[in-house]
């Protein structure tokens, strides 16, 4: 396992066109998150999944974002109608979140290399 | 919502010199996260902290953790050129349902003049 994968490394997009982007987490892990950061800024979260099941979507995520995890392992991120204000890069980061006696183990994030998105 | 705020938000150093940086969150947290980003490159994760009042080290690295468990800090030693990145602290918020979600700072720029 060569740790968590994000493809395309780069994408350049006309405003209004639809974009996909893929992660291919850690396979022992059972959390995937997706992030965006611009230049400057700390990752925003944007919305996670405990292995198939969507767990909580960030407010501030217009209707045009969805993200989805089939099968609980990859993850795909769309972006609809792209505008030039999504442009930034998108992280994908994968974890190990255990149950065990009603407490919770929260491990460190592994982060992909991220998506960089530019909307011309 | 929780927020997390870092400063400085740039520190530009003399090799050899100390830094610290200071993580504010306005939420009680249940752990706290630091990871560093190269130029170019992503977060990698550095260290938890858990414990109120945690103190742990990793070489010439010293991260605490408050006693409210609302805000951190991370101080480097004798830096080194090597040390050159972001630092970001992030904090999963105490309570809520969201257990295990990172709200990120927005990271301290350190640059190492040789």
């Known amino acids: 396992d060569t740790g968590v994968s994000q493809d395309p490394r780069h994408k350049i997009t006309k405003r209004g066109q639809n974009v996909t982007f893929r992660c291919d987490p850690i396979s022992e892990h059972n959390r995937l998150y997706w992030y965006r950061q611009t230049l400057g800024q700390g990752p925003e979260f944007l919305t996670y999944?405990?292995?198939?099941?969507?767990?909580?979507k960030s407010r501030l995520l217009s209707d045009r974002f969805s993200a989805e995890r089939p099968k609980g392992s990859f993850s795909t991120l769309e972006i609809q109608r792209t505008e030039q204000g999504d442009s930034a890069m998108y992280l994908c980061a994968s974890s190990l979140n255990l149950h065990a006696r009603q407490r919770s183990t929260v491990y460190g994030y592994t982060f992909g290399s991220g998506t960089r998105l530019t909307v011309v | 919502g929780q927020q997390v705020m870092q400063i400085p938000q740039y520190q530009h150093v003399q090799e050899g010199e100390d830094f610290t940086t200071y993580c504010n969150s306005s939420?009680?947290?249940?752990?706290i996260q630091w990871y560093k980003q190269r130029p170019g490159g992503h977060p990698v994760f550095l260290i938890q902290?858990?414990?109120?009042?945690e103190v742990k080290k990793q070489k010439r690295l010293t991260f605490q953790f408050g006693e409210a468990k609302k805000n951190s800090s991370l101080h480097i030693t004798a830096t080194q050129t090597t040390d050159v990145g972001t630092y970001f602290c992030?904090?999963?918020?105490?309570?809520?349902?969201?257990?295990?979600?990172?709200?990120f700072g927005q990271g301290t720029i350190l640059t190492v003049h040789p």
């Open positions: 902290l858990v414990k109120s009042g």
């Open positions: 939420t009680t947290l249940s752990n």
């Open positions: 992030a904090g999963v918020n105490a309570g809520g349902t969201s257990y295990g979600k990172l709200t």
């Open positions: 999944f405990q292995n198939e099941a969507q767990l909580e």
